[in-house]
């Protein structure tokens, strides 16, 4: 019995530590265990350091000698292929394609992802060709984008909310024409292009502090203005998003948008019976009269509300007080005016 027992430990010791890398390789499977090299490499210098002269032209002697050299050989070709391939791949990234043609450009959009390079973004969103794939729904609110640039828009956003894209590389638009492009598209009349890059905006400008800047030196505050008067719900709601994430940090920026009189569309937006407007419209309230730093401008506060702030906040309140958050939320506004 007990020599039975040392036999199965001697073949499973000799499975586990040798054999087994070998049935790896051969089935061209990785191995996670580094030891198993080191005692290849063990065996095989030992079998080359101390030759036994009886048994160096035995074909087991041979074999072992030969399966150990091949084990080692493949394994080290397995670790040093990916990084091979890898480089070749960066060098071959098809960011380096050009995008010119609408082939090109449809190749693009396929691989659109973190790592696309900004001149890429930039010609995407200058297409305003229909686009070759077709979208059943969004996941959002906005229009199914039937275009090239409105596309663009809408699987930046979605990557960006999904925090695909890293925040540096969301940095570098700053630099490239990206901005610019998005503002023209504002313009557009197609409610794809239009929703898809209002919405892009936003994530970009609740990213980056820098694009913030880009954004309220490209006079965005003079678009902002026309949509929230002329296109009532999400994108309206959308618009204030952005406004304050730009006043927030700039009190230039909250002072214009005091002198254009968009506090009477932030307290008519308060009154909405649509829970993501009044939502949007009492954050932007909120974000009005507290700066970033804590500090409450009561200034501003008493102006809010000399123009019906609370009785908006009331209305509100009866129209979405159900919702424990949007209720604290309203709360808190209410208890700042009360403050006064």
Not at 158 to 174: A, F, L
Not at 211 to 229: A, G, H, P, W, Y
Not at 239 to 246: A, E, G, N, Q, V
């Amino acid at each position: 019995m007990l020599e039975l027992f040392l036999l199965v430990f001697i073949f499973s010791s000799v499975w586990i530590v040798w054999l087994r890398p070998i049935y790896h390789t051969l089935r061209n499977n990785p191995i996670k265990e580094w030891y198993e090299y080191w005692v290849i490499l063990g065996v095989l210098s030992f079998l080359e350091v101390f030759v036994i002269e009886g048994f160096a032209r035995e074909i087991p002697y041979n074999f072992i000698r030969t399966m150990s050299l091949f084990v080692l050989s493949e394994r080290a070709v397995a670790v040093l292929r990916p990084k091979s391939e890898k480089k070749k791949e960066e060098s071959e990234s098809i960011d380096d394609m050009a995008c010119d043609s609408l082939p090109e450009q449809i190749m693009h959009i396929e691989n659109l992802n973190g790592k696309t390079k900004p001149r890429v973004i930039e010609k995407l969103l200058s297409n305003a060709e229909p686009s070759p794939f077709q979208l059943e729904k969004t996941a959002i609110w906005t229009t199914i984008p039937t275009s090239i640039r409105g596309l663009t828009a809408y699987k930046l956003s979605v990557m960006i909310s999904g925090n695909q894209i890293p925040d540096d590389r969301i940095e570098t638009y700053k630099d490239s024409k990206i901005p610019q492009v998005l503002i023209e598209m504002l313009a557009s009349p197609d409610p794809g292009d239009f929703e898809n890059s209002l919405l892009l905006i936003a994530y970009l400008t609740e990213k980056s502090k820098k694009l913030q800047k880009v954004f309220f030196e490209l006079k965005i505050f003079e678009i902002l203005k026309i949509i929230v008067m002329q296109k009532p719900g999400n994108a309206a709601a959308c618009s204030l998003s952005i406004y304050r994430k730009i006043f927030k940090q700039r009190d230039q920026a909250r002072e214009e948008f005091m002198r254009s009189n968009m506090s009477l569309e932030v307290i008519k937006m308060l009154r909405s019976t649509e829970k993501m407007v009044a939502i949007e419209a009492c954050q932007c309230a909120n974000d009005l009269v507290v700066r970033e730093d804590n500090v409450l401008n009561k200034h501003l506060l008493k102006i809010l509300a000399n123009q019906g702030l609370y009785d908006a906040l009331q209305e509100a309140l009866a129209n979405h007080g159900s919702d424990n958050k949007v209720k604290l939320q309203l709360k808190y506004v209410e208890a700042l005016i009360n403050s006064l």
